[in-house]
């Protein structure tokens, strides 16, 4: 409605997961907008997809050559409020190595 209002005529956008609710997901479906989305972590649809995914993601399959970085991206179909609709569970191993070292550097025995 907004982007209505200023004259913009889209048929994707992008939005950051503040926007995520039934109401706006519903309206992008009804005016046929395509879109992508941050998925709120607290949102059950987003616990679903890790915990019964994230085992298996990082195989070669779900790997994707990101510029100069690997990715694994598993792409799951879902329903979002009635509407079919995929999530992405996105890993960044380099990210996970990090996050796994700075745990264990500080851990102490």
């Known amino acids: ?11 994707f956008v992008l939005l950051d997961a503040g926007y ?8 992008l479906y009804e005016n046929n907008i395509d879109f992508l989305m941050r998925l709120p ?11 019964g995914d994230l085992e298996y993601l990082e195989q070669i399959q779900y790997a994707t050559k990101y510029d ?8 799951i179909e879902t329903t979002l409020y009635g509407h ?3 999530v992405y569970i996105v890993l960044d191993p380099t990210r996970k190595a990090k996050e ?10």
Do not use: D
């Open 20 to 27: 995520y609710s039934q109401e706006n997901l519903i309206e």
């Open 68 to 75: 100069k970085r690997v990715l694994f991206v598993k792409p």
């Open 41 to 51: 972590s607290q949102r059950s649809l987003y616990k679903t997809c890790i915990l």
């Open 100 to 109: 796994i070292n700075a745990v264990l550097v500080s851990y102490k025995h």
């Open 1 to 11: 409605s907004e982007l209505k209002l200023m004259g913009a005529k889209n048929k």
């Open 84 to 86: 079919p609709g995929w």
